[in-house]
Nanobody, 125 residues
Framework: QVHLVESGGGLVQAGGSLSLSCAASGRTFSSYGMGWFRQVPGKEREFVAAMNWSGDNTYYTDSVKGRFTISRDNAKNMVYLQMNSLNPEDTAVYYC??????????????????WGQGTQVTVSS
């Protein structure tokens, strides 16, 4: 089992940056692939970024490529999402999640068994 807690969300102006962190508890953290998803009220949760359990594969949704970077530090039980050049369309609740799947399976929320509570990111124009 793994418990996830996101932090780092907040209000930022368009063009600014935010760094999200996900603290994980659990002895088997390093065996999980990790992903970031986001959700706007009234819409489905959407994939943002993911990293394979070993850290040797990363995936991004097209709208964030070149702007967001996912990383992890298994020794510290931490996952990060660096978000640059933010725009109002990035406004959402961001969730980190853990999966026992790998590679492209990490693009799909149904393949994640553990989720954090979410952190709000608001980008003003």
């Amino acid at each position: 089992q793994v418990h996830l807690v996101e932090s780092g969300g907040g209000l930022v102006q368009a063009g600014g940056s935010l760094s999200l962190s996900c603290a994980a508890s659990g002895r088997t953290f390093s065996s999980y692939g990790m992903g970031w998803f986001r959700q706007v009220p009234g819409k489905e949760r959407e994939f943002v970024a993911a990293m394979n359990w070993s850290g040797d594969n990363t995936y991004y949704t097209d709208s964030v490529k070149g702007r967001f970077t996912i990383s992890r530090d298994n020794a510290k039980n931490m996952v990060y999402l660096q978000m640059n050049s933010l725009n109002p369309e990035d406004t959402a609740v961001y969730y980190c999640a853990a999966s026992t799947f790998r590679y492209s399976a990490l693009l799909y929320p149904q393949n994640y068994a553990h989720w954090g509570q979410g952190t709000q990111v608001t980008v003003s124009s």
